[in-house]
């Protein structure tokens, strides 16, 4: 019987005796293996399927270790910036142990379903008239004046709740992948991936570690480019973030795996996006097809040897950003009369051209 | 490592040696106390979070069975009429093994949520003019008449793999609970959870059976009244249904296990909706809240012994109908320009109100 993250990692977490031991039964995550894409691309493919946590992204591993050391600290308050995800996650936890939360969001520039999470959850939602970078560095000179605990990934709490991700991935294939591929956005979750590997493998756990593969996209790849991105754009809301706080951490984390940071278009994530949901039944948000995008994209380009063993996150569940996945299928649900004969029309008619959408 | 429900509840399901073992890894969903409510109730309350499943509602667990048997039985395309719930986990299923899904939907009364996913899976999609009741009737007489397997909750599979969540609830609790209280729309599902522990009661595993208390939408109150509905209406559109399938199953749970069947307005489903968000972290779609609104409205009214023991089935992800949360919270993020003094003065007039939402 699963109990959450602190409890079932804890000997690998900063856990006093103090510590409230707080769940929203967040971790457990699927891996599941890509059956037919493992067929199509020749290689060993798995998914970590983060989106079935609590909130609906990798984020609450993370956010369940910052919000229980806030309250054994004695907090009454977080804060943080966020493009959807981590707002959403800051937002349920705090709710779930009486603490107040206050989340900066670009105004415009966040998934409908996140925001209705946050408004939910009862958090105090300011959309700011700027992008996430902007809001991070009010949200951190603010928490540095004021008695509002940071629950943004510069907190180090975040990044220790987020290793657990590749704790668990190793403990379900018995051994660490050769390739772990990534989205990355604000690249806090690349560099807590590789901790994870890194202290799975001090302990013996596992006996080599992977090649750990980032992904950004494209118009916000500050980290591909070698500097920050003023005014980063891409569908992948997510990862739209053009100055990450992990940056020194990911590099690191590529370079000690022997890995890669690369970038991917806002076309192959969103063809990666269709393709994982109609050949695998998984739906996930876009920036989350980043991963998978990325490891097509080094298959295509010969850099992935056949039959390799491939770990890609998918980060959010699908459901946090509905719009994007209409407009991306483009189409619209015909709309018929509620009679036998009209239907039996139209299953025929959409028959003939299944496939072709 | 759990496997599925088709693997790990083996021996309880309808499976032979050709059925093929798939699985998106439904099931095994989160069991979580509610800390708050219980104190501010004074019961002993958990909730079932079905919304964990692969595509965020209890479907999958019966729709895994059925697909299963569908591919055993050599069928090539599925066909169902939906709420939303139902057409997201056909599709889903249906992509995984390659099976062609027809979904008929009612026009209009759809969570943007569930059409995306059925959409990205890949479905065809058909929105008839009319509600869940026709579209169902329509469905049942193609798959009649036609070679599409039908896989609404009519199909006896789906019920077999719907009535693991009360081994899970078992297994967990390692005993039934006095009360499990379940929101009711096409009355599938209570009728299952009643299988499932009268199974496991057979089978010694339990010593004693709940009562089973399923919670009708005031507006679509069929078992209720003792008539169909013809045009039911109501904001939780997963029960938006007026002539319930498995009408007599679920009378014959309640009778048989000495619960009760009763309703609940609109308005009891929201405020339940929205005091889960804020007090448990949980978010879950409108409908699910059916049965907390339920479990309040009994304890108010007396109906329910200081201390019971009560499992209230949250049945679908709140992510799927993001719109009718930002309606019931009715409050748009304040937009506020971006800078830390802005951003101050937001957070203490913020403040001042807080928790006048």
């Not at 067929?39 to 229980?68: C, H, W």
């Not at 415009?108 to 379903?113: K, Q, S």
């Amino acid at each position: 019987m699963w109990k959450g993250i602190l409890e079932h990692y804890r000997d690998h977490l900063p856990i006093t005796e103090r510590t409230p031991i707080i769940s929203l039964q967040e971790g457990n995550t699927p891996l599941i293996r890509a059956e037919t894409l493992s067929q199509e691309l020749d290689i060993d493919l798995y998914f970590k399927v983060e989106g079935a946590n609590p909130t609906g992204s990798f984020k609450d591993r993370g956010m369940v270790v910052a919000i229980a050391k806030a309250v054994e600290e004695g907090s009454t308050a977080v804060i943080c910036a966020s493009t959807g995800n981590t707002s959403a996650s800051a937002a349920a936890y705090a709710a779930r142990v009486g603490l107040r939360a206050i989340v900066l969001v670009p105004d415009g520039h966040i998934a409908v379903g996140k925001l209705s999470q946050a408004v939910m959850y009862g958090a105090e939602v300011l959309a700011v008239k700027g992008n996430f970078d902007q809001a991070l560095d009010i949200v951190r000179s603010i928490s540095e004046e004021h008695p509002f605990t940071l629950v943004n990934s510069i907190n180090p709490y975040r990044l220790e709740g987020q290793k657990t991700a590749a704790f668990e991935v190793c403990d379900r294939l018995g051994e660490a992948p050769d390739v772990l591929a990534i989205p990355v956005g604000n690249a806090g979750n690349i560099s807590a991936y590789w901790k994870g590997f890194v202290e799975y493998h001090e302990a013996g756990v596992i006996r080599r570690l992977p090649q750990m593969w980032g992904f950004e996209a494209e118009g916000a790849a500050a980290i591909v480019r070698g500097e920050p991105i003023p005014n980063p754009e891409t569908v992948a809301t997510a990862i739209r973030i053009g100055n990450p706080a992990s940056w020194k951490l990911a590099v690191r984390a590529q370079r000690e795996s022997g890995g890669r940071i690369d970038s991917v278009s806002d076309e192959e994530i969103l063809q990666a996006y269709r393709r994982l949901a109609r050949a695998e039944g998984i739906f996930a948000e876009p920036a989350s097809a980043a991963s998978l995008a990325g490891v097509i994209k080094m298959r295509e380009k010969g850099q992935l040897a056949p039959g390799a063993r491939v770990v890609a996150v998918l980060t959010g569940n699908g459901l946090k950003d509905p719009s994007t996945a209409l407009e991306a299928v483009a189409v619209k649900p015909r709309v018929i009369p509620c009679d036998p004969e009209a239907v039996l029309r139209a299953i025929s008619e959409r028959g003939m051209s299944h496939g072709a959408l």
